[in-house]
């Protein structure tokens, strides 16, 4: 158990709809960062945020959009959802706001039909 | 543009022998390098991590070599066990611009055979 959490597990949801997720960080981590695995796809990063601000971006569409609350839970919006989307995502934490060691979640399988 | 590769989608070894599982990279940029195991239904998990002012790190059964010039880094595992069967990933990251990159590669797949 990496300490970070990832609500829903599961999420099936029509084209055109809009989901949120969401990741709680591991105790006393102040990064949050999450990522999109496609079917046979590498993990891609998609943004980090440390201590309640953006702090980089990868490859984040721009229908996507998170944010991480004073309490240092993260959400992940998307929205207008396409069959492409689907995917596995995953949240990480880190301690500090360098690309080091990160303890990811379990994921978010998200099924867009 | 893959940044980050890692060649072989898969790879078998008998219990007891040596892993080498391999990755390049092509941005100079990048200044730390990890590596991540992965189960199925479960997220990543670090395995061990190497800065570019280092050649090599090692840390229990598992050392990681990099080769600046070659822009290649490999992760040895010795000896391999059964559960050492996962996928593993490489990552980079650096600055370039003022902007934090952070690549995965696409994974190797080990099989350890008892």
């Known amino acids: 158990d990496s300490g970070v959490t990832q609500t829903p597990k599961h999420l099936i949801t029509a084209t055109g709809q809009r989901v949120t997720l969401r990741c709680s960080p591991r105790?006393?981590?102040?990064?949050v960062y999450w990522y999109q695995q496609s079917l046979d796809q590498g993990l891609q990063f998609l943004i980090q945020?440390?201590?309640?601000?953006?702090?980089a971006k990868g490859n984040i569409l721009e229908r996507f959009s998170a944010q991480q609350f004073p309490d240092l839970h993260s959400e992940l919006n998307l929205s207008s959802l396409e069959l492409g989307d689907s995917a596995l995502y995953f949240c990480?934490?880190?301690?500090?706001?360098?690309?080091?060691?990160?303890?990811f979640g379990p994921g978010t399988r998200l099924t867009v039909t | 543009d893959q940044q980050v590769k890692q060649n072989s989608p898969s790879l078998s070894v008998q219990e007891g022998r040596i892993s080498i599982l391999n990755c390049d990279y092509t941005?100079?940029?990048?200044?730390?390098f990890l590596w991540y195991k992965k189960y199925p239904a479960e997220g990543p998990t670090f395995l061990i991590s190497?800065?570019?002012?280092?050649d090599k790190n090692e840390d229990g059964r598992f050392t990681v070599f990099l080769n600046k010039s070659a822009k290649h880094l490999s992760l040895h595992i010795v000896p391999s066990q059964p559960g050492d069967s996962a996928v593993y990933f490489c990552?980079?990251?650096?600055?370039?611009?003022?902007?934090?990159?952070?690549?995965f590669g696409t994974g190797t797949r080990l099989k350890v055979l008892a």
């Open positions: 990480a934490s880190s301690v500090d706001d360098r690309f080091h060691e990160q303890y």
């Open positions: 105790s006393g981590d102040l990064s």
């Open positions: 990552a980079a990251s650096g600055i370039t611009s003022g902007t934090y990159k952070y690549i």
């Open positions: 941005n100079s940029m990048f200044d730390y």
């Open positions: 190497i800065s570019s002012i280092k």
């Open positions: 945020y440390y201590n309640g601000e953006e702090r």
